[in-house]
């Protein structure tokens, strides 16, 4: 009768704390993928201080899943052809950033679920990883704002550096935005559940929500906007 007793007190304790234990480790994903962003960050600044100022000239991993996206882009007519040659020349962003960063891992969100497009079609960063991590399959748990490369502009020409998008996680339901572990066919679907750790061009980290996510990525990028200040209006 004591041994019930016992295994009921440790039965109640178990369905008390896991819930708690749970939200807590994935909280501690959520801030390891704020870290490793903010040391990519540097990374990118030591970067520039090597290469005139200049952002990687690199791919991501979507960019080699999706090379025809560039085929249309309203920023530079001969994307295609860059990304292109730099996808064949293999120009990966870990690759070419493995001079600035301490450790391979910084690429690995501790979050990472894989991608699933069964889950969702509308996920930026690739393919579906068939059960393995992004990180596993494709290298890197993060994808990134190619046009910044590519264009060539110098770092310090950004007019408002803290709304450029750089890094981004490539996919949003890996950080459930109720602290849940984010498996839930609920979580997956619905985009409205998602947030996306973001590093920004200042070097700061934001977890935003989706609507959040798609407005950086809405901010347009060209030769004037949002590099270099417009010339004065004269009265």
Partial sequence: MELLVVVAILSVLAAL??????????????????????????????????????????????DANALDYWRTNPVMPDAYDQVEALVEKQRMLPVVMAHYTSTKLLWRCPADAGINYS??????????????????????????RTELGLLQKPMTSLREPSRVNVLMD??????????????????????????????????????????????AWGYKLSDRDPFEAPPPQVP
């Fill in 17 to 62: 704390l896991l819930p708690v234990l749970n939200a807590a480790r994935v909280a501690a994903w959520g801030s390891g993928c704020v870290s490793n962003l903010k040391q990519l960050g540097y990374g990118f600044h030591l970067y520039a201080q090597d290469y005139d100022d200049l952002f990687p000239y690199a791919v991501d991993a979507g």
């Fill in 119 to 144: 889950d969702n079609g509308f996920i930026f960063g690739g393919g579906d990883t068939q059960g393995d991590t992004a990180f596993d399959a494709l290298g890197m748990s993060y994808t990134y």
């Fill in 170 to 215: 490539m996919a949003g339901y890996w950080h459930s935005r109720f602290h849940r572990s984010p498996r839930t066919e609920e979580d997956t679907r619905d985009s409205n559940f998602w947030g996306y750790n973001v590093l920004f061009a200042d070097g700061h980290v934001k977890n935003v929500t989706s609507s959040g996510y798609f407005e």
